[in-house]
């Protein structure tokens, strides 16, 4: 029957896929590359692309070469299910990515757990299953994460705010930002700041000044955001517009460093886990030169986040030797640690419990008139 | 004054947006749910046409424009005067799937990161501050402007316009007006035309004011509740509709709580759907056409 | 619409029970019973993927059916049933969460939700029609996704709510195999319960609705309570769609609910074909596979990998330009191709139709 038909069509052409040499170790991510949410995501999955690619053309990992292999879902959580299903049951991949919103982590993690594979986080924020004692197959690289942020950056603010600080808050109304700011406004309670309001912001916004102007109305002397990008960045320009002068901090996503010098804006900081590409470090010398030779059209200051996910990655598989497994791979991610070259204030290291990082370490950054200049240099915080 | 000046602002953004919307439900009794997508279409022909013309800004403006309009007859050429006398349903979802393809040509051509047409074109935007102490960027201000221009124009060719008449006949009654020689694949063309230029307009005038990325369709989206509440085919409705809406959610957000501004617009709807269905200003009519 | 042709070439009928059968012919029996047999045997030739695309097809086409129900056939417009699996998900998610109850509370506990809303959903139908019906459903869509996200974020959910496998007898539901089996049952039964229902009073009396409101109510069809019944029964179903969706996946989160997946559903019956439930099976399993189609062929392009970002955005794009092909170029729906294809044979060796009424 017809039914029959199509099915058998599209099982042909999946078998039809180039068989997966079974001498490469494979990879597969599912990942946010298209969708409104992609372009916190996209960028890293192509560094990450380009970082792999390098390995391979220096030979590959144990003399083996890494299958990459890439799923997009859209943001969208049944699709990432779907993704990860076939990522493990028909491409055996020994390790999953995700790249993706937060609300694909339920299902992926599901199937990761089901079939025994280990979860790789990277350019996804860091769920709390990886800090310690971290779930056995939940690893994460990335820079930002819940809780220790907002501990970094109100440590940041009572340190440089003379006197009293009355402290805004806003997130978007996606419920991870708003846990975080909510977490936010209970510590800096705890730290003697006086928080004064709290806009909690939805996805589509088409203006964001009625937010701003209830926050300035409150007048904070602080006004400190943690979400993706475009809330920081639209609250912030909805209350320069409105008058408002003070100190504004938010999270240092991959377009700050761009973005910073667009808005040149001298009170308004960054907290940042990536070193920014200014400080020219060797390092990014060569992220540059490979994203230029890759013809990629994310500019290379959008690629620290995926560069460091393929180190940690390589280090992950060299240490699994081969052929790896779920098993083997795993054994190697908990005793891991791969130094960022600067990249990051120290190294990333994953013990048996912890499979996040060991310490912690953030910058601050801003606009001085000129350039963007360092406002506190690494300031490192112990992962209990 | 401040509070003001915000509803004023957000209204004009759902007004400039939900006239496209009634342009084409008013003539055609189509309901173009691809408007988002078009409107962001607009506003990253902007991007194009900036490369294009480079220190010419306002001619990369008024190229982008052209191109809105130049689009909008495609679309009904090549698309929807092939759904004419379908199902509305089946006509509905053919803009969808419009809606679907834009935003796949979109990511691929510019990619999802987050753009700036205002810096592409070297154009500021200051803060301007009204005499009552109110303040306004200089984009929004236009916006405001455009707006006023936009439905004062339609208004005048709807009501004076030889083709505005013919809009508003192929409207009342499509067979008739076919059959006293009205073009009627002419008048839609038209009616699409002018609504992917608004549309267009409203996306370039936000993204000349705030960036622009791959979500401004849902920004259409929330356009939609206004248009409906003032009734969808007619033009002073979407106005007073925006209006409420608008003022609805900057009120809320200011002396209730900010989340209610996503669900408020749509309990206006309802709550206007079980009183009035078919808007303030809208006209009474049969719809069971599925 | 398309009448199909007869199959039977003649009246046999000799009692009631006949009249009543619901497979008419040897060879509707025959044909049914070998694709029972092919259903049963797909679980063990297909590879663990294929399976899992399979069993997105049956949960999908619970949903289909239901909308196909009340939209193809009560001629009533819905564009909340996305909002209508999320409660049904939910339900069951919070029920198992908070009570740790087991499947067999969870789902009827569903169903009942999926009564309630039904009857929620439908009230404005008693006032509304077409365009107007479908923006109410779409305004409580909007609630109801609302209220989800209210409850993930107060209860710290935010990566979404686990769901645990059910269990029967101890025995966890891992298995690919058995959740094939057991959302074909689902899928068979939702089948059989819409094909009950349209040869029925309540059927004829839908039928009747949508062809002309007025006409139904001088026949002495009670439109509101039909109506009504119409929106109870689909969004029911729809619920329990949820609940299943949400055992299978294991997780419930209000992003996998969204306005993106209602325009599926109505993708799925207008694709398939209004007004025929063949026509909603086959929507469903058209537009749940389509997108993993696309994406299996585009990969077979030599180097791909180079171009990661784009193929998807080449993808995004190509799944609107097929529908759009589809909407333009065949507007009785994959149902109309399917008729084609059966007429001919059963024509063969002639070409046309017979006109109407020139057979009887």
């Known amino acids: 029957m017809l039914k029959r038909i199509l099915l058998g069509a599209i099982s042909a052409a999946a078998l039809a896929l180039p068989a997966l040499a079974q001498d490469a170790y494979v990879v597969g991510l599912t990942g946010a590359l298209t969708g409104p949410p992609s372009s916190t995501y996209a960028p890293a999955v192509d560094a990450l692309r380009i970082y792999i690619d390098g390995v391979n053309a220096r030979g590959g990992v144990n003399g083996k070469k890494i299958t990459l292999l890439l799923e997009d879902d859209g943001a969208q959580p049944s699709k990432a299910a779907a993704n990860a299903k076939k990522l493990i049951t028909q491409d055996k991949a020994v390790l999953l990515l995700n790249a993706s919103l937060s609300s694909t982590y339920a299902p992926v993690i599901a199937e990761s757990k089901a079939a025994g594979v280990p979860l790789l986080f990277a350019s996804s924020v860091c769920p709390q299953s990886v800090y310690p004692p971290a779930d056995p197959l939940q690893f994460c690289t990335t820079g930002f994460a819940a809780n220790y942020d907002s501990q970094a950056t109100l440590d940041f603010v009572k340190a440089s705010a003379k006197g009293p600080v009355k402290i805004g808050f806003s997130a978007m109304a996606i419920p991870l930002s708003r846990g975080e700011i909510d977490y936010a406004e209970e510590l800096s309670k705890k730290m003697g700041m006086t928080p004064v309001d709290k806009e909690v912001i939805p996805p589509p916004t088409a203006d964001y000044t009625p937010f701003a102007t209830k926050l300035k109305d409150a007048g904070p002397t602080w006004v400190y955001s943690w979400a993706p990008w475009v809330t920081q960045v639209r609250t912030l320009e909805a209350l320069r517009k409105l008058g408002w002068q003070d100190d504004y901090i938010a999270w240092g996503h991959l377009e700050t460093e761009s973005e910073l010098v667009r808005l040149k804006d001298g009170k308004f900081y960054t907290v940042n886990s990536n070193s920014l590409f200014q400080e020219g470090l060797p390092i990014q010398k060569e992220i540059e030169d490979a994203a230029k030779k890759a013809g990629s059209k994310y500019p290379a200051a959008t690629m620290a986040e995926g560069w460091i996910a393929g180190m940690v990655i390589e280090a992950a598989l060299k240490g699994a030797g081969w052929p790896a497994d779920a098993a083997k791979l795993r054994t190697a991610m908990e005793n891991l640690k791969v130094d960022t070259k600067g990249l990051r204030g120290g190294p990333i290291e994953w013990t048996k419990n912890n499979h996040f990082r060991t310490k912690l370490y953030y910058r601050v950054y801003k606009w001085d008139g000129s350039k963007i200049a360092r406002v506190q240099d690494w300031k490192s915080y112990d992962v209990k | 004054m401040q509070?003001?000046?915000?509803?004023?602002?957000?209204?004009?953004?759902?007004?400039?947006?939900?006239?496209?919307?009634?342009?084409?439900?008013?003539?055609?009794?189509?309901?173009?749910?691809?408007h988002g997508e078009l409107m962001m279409l607009g506003a990253y022909a902007v991007l194009a046409t900036a490369s294009l013309f480079s220190g010419h800004p306002v001619m990369a403006l008024v190229a982008a424009v052209v191109l809105s309009l130049v689009v909008g007859v495609l679309v009904y050429v090549f698309l929807m005067r092939k759904m004419t006398g379908e199902m509305v349903l089946a006509a509905i979802l053919t803009t969808v799937a419009l809606g679907i393809l834009i935003r796949g040509i979109v990511v691929l051509v510019w990619s999802a990161q987050q753009q700036y047409p205002a810096q592409a074109l070297g154009l500021p935007n200051p803060s301007l501050v009204l005499p009552g102490g109110g303040h306004i960027s200089m984009w929004s201000a236009v916006l405001v402007g455009t707006n006023v221009f936009v439905y004062t124009a339609l208004l005048g060719f709807l009501r004076f316009g030889r083709w505005g008449m013919r809009m508003r006949a192929a409207g009342q009654n499509p067979l008739l007006a076919a059959q006293r020689g009205i073009n009627l694949h002419g008048v839609y063309a038209l009616a699409w035309s002018l609504s992917t230029l608004t549309g267009a307009l409203a996306g370039i005038l936000m993204a000349l004011d705030s960036g622009l990325t791959a979500t401004m369709p849902v920004i259409g989206l929330k356009a939609f509740p206004a248009a409906l509440v003032g009734g969808l085919d007619s033009l002073v409705g979407a106005l007073v509709g925006a209006l409420i809406v608008a003022a609805a959610e900057v009120l809320l957000i200011y002396y209730v709580d900010p989340l209610l501004s996503d669900v408020v617009p749509f309990l206006v709807l309802v709550a206007m759907l079980i009183v009035r269905p078919w808007g303030l200003f809208g006209t009474r009519e049969e719809l069971d056409r599925v | 619409m398309f009448r199909p042709l007869p199959r039977a070439s003649g009246y046999f009928r000799t009692d009631y029970a006949d009249e009543i059968a619901l497979l008419q012919t040897r060879g509707e029996r025959m044909s049914l019973a070998v694709f029972a047999l092919v259903l049963v045997a797909v679980p063990f030739i297909a590879s663990p993927f294929q399976l899992d695309l399979a069993c997105q097809v049956l949960l999908a086409s619970i949903g289909a059916l239901s909308l196909m129900l009340l939209t193809g056939y009560a001629g009533q417009i819905s564009l909340g049933h996305a909002g209508l699996i999320a409660a049904g998900a939910f339900t069951t998610g919070i029920l198992a969460?908070?009570?740790?109850?087991?499947?067999?509370?969870?789902?009827?506990?569903?169903?009942?939700?999926?009564?309630?809303?039904g009857l929620i959903f439908g009230l404005p139908s008693l006032r509304l029609r077409g365009l107007y019906l479908a923006v109410s459903t779409l305004a409580l869509h909007f609630i109801v996704i609302y209220l989800g996200g209210e409850y993930e974020t107060k209860r710290g959910f935010s990566t979404g709510i686990m769901v645990e496998k059910p269990k029967i007898a101890g025995v966890a539901l891992n298995d690919g195999r058995i959740w094939y089996f057991i959302l074909l049952v689902f899928a068979a039964a939702s089948l059989l319960i819409c094909i009950n229902l349209l040869r029925s009073r309540s059927g004829r009396a839908w039928r009747a609705i949508h062809a002309k409101e007025t006409v139904a109510e001088a026949l002495g069809i009670s439109v509101a309570g039909y109506k009504l019944l119409a929106f109870v029964i689909s969004s029911s179903m729809t619920c329990v769609a949820g609940s299943l969706f949400a055992y299978y996946r294991g997780f419930v989160s209000i992003e996998a609910f969204d306005l993106f997946l209602s325009i599926q559903y109505v993708a799925m019956i207008i694709i398939g074909g209004m007004g025929s439930l063949l026509g909603a099976l086959l929507g469903a399993m058209f537009v749940t596979l389509f997108p993993y189609a696309i994406e299996a062929l585009l990969k077979l392009l030599p180097n791909v990998q180079n171009l990661a970002g784009d193929i998807f955005a080449v993808n995004y794009a190509s799944f609107g330009v097929v529908m759009i092909l589809f909407l333009v170029l065949e507007p009785l729906g994959l149902v109309g191709i399917w008729r084609r294809i059966q007429n001919y044979f059963l024509l063969w060796p002639f070409k046309q139709k017979p006109l109407a009424g020139a057979g009887k």
């Open chain 2, 3 to 34: 509070l003001f000046v915000n509803i004023v602002v957000l209204a004009s953004i759902y007004a400039l947006i939900a006239c496209g919307y009634v342009l084409i439900y008013r003539v055609s009794r189509v309901l173009n749910l691809a």
């Open chain 3, 97 to 117: 969460r908070e009570i740790n109850a087991p499947f067999w509370v969870t789902l009827p506990a569903s169903a009942l939700t999926g009564v309630v809303l």
